[in-house]
Nanobody, 119 residues
Framework: QVQLVESGGGLVQPGGSLTLSCAAS????????IGWIRQAPGKEREGVSC????????YYEDSVKGRFTISRDAAKRTVYLQMNNLKPEDTAAYYC????????????WGQGIQVTVSS
């Protein structure tokens, strides 16, 4: 059974930074792409970033390129999303999920964590 537990969200001012963490358990997380999906109120879910664990390739949604960085600590089975220069439009519930776009559709989700960017 795969379990994904997010942490690190909160309230931050525009231009600020946050790092989200996703602690994963279950054997499959070592072999499948894992990443982040967000959903803002009244909007569709969108894939933010995804890491292909087999080869290290990364995917970023266009609006976060150059601002967000996904990384993984394999020993800790934890995936991180470093978010810099945050904008109000980044406000959303962020979910850790595996697999993830563009390498698959999620089968497993975390409970989600809120990120609010506001002055």
């Amino acid at each position: 059974q795969v379990q994904l537990v997010e942490s690190g969200g909160g309230l931050v001012q525009p231009g600020g930074s946050l790092t989200l963490s996703c602690a994963a358990s279950g054997a499959t997380v070592d072999y499948y792409p894992i990443g982040w999906i967000r959903q803002a109120p009244g909007k569709e879910r969108e894939g933010v970033s995804c890491l292909s664990t087999s080869d290290g390739y990364t995917y970023y949604e266009d609006s976060v390129k150059g601002r967000f960085t996904i990384s993984r600590d394999a020993a800790k089975r934890t995936v991180y999303l470093q978010m810099n220069n945050l904008k109000p439009e980044d406000t959303a519930a962020y979910y850790c999920a595996t697999p993830c776009h563009p390498w698959g559709k999620p089968d497993f989700w975390g409970q989600g964590i809120q990120v609010t960017v506001s002055s």
